[in-house]
């Protein structure tokens, strides 16, 4: 499930992910099991010259015996548009 949204996130346009990047976290409700998972997942910029974003996601519910959190991140490099000699 977390891995999914992540892909998801993964598969936006570059101009989407930049968009995205700094922005307020994307949040869903899952029922999972008949349990609520709360998911969200934070774009943020890799590095100063925004050349990759970091797409990191977070699942929290409840379970049996505790609170669980899963947390799972990537990095995606975003193509820099420059002149084309074309």
Known sequence: ??????????????????????GPALEWSVD???EQISVEVVVAWEDPIHSAVRITGHARGPSTWHHQHLR???????????SDDA
């Open 32 to 34: 999972l099991a008949g």
């Open 1 to 22: 499930m977390l891995a999914g949204k992540l892909e998801a996130v993964r598969q936006l346009p570059a101009q989407e992910l930049a968009a995205l990047a700094g």
């Open 72 to 82: 799972e991140s990537i990095r995606v490099a975003i193509a820099q548009s420059g």
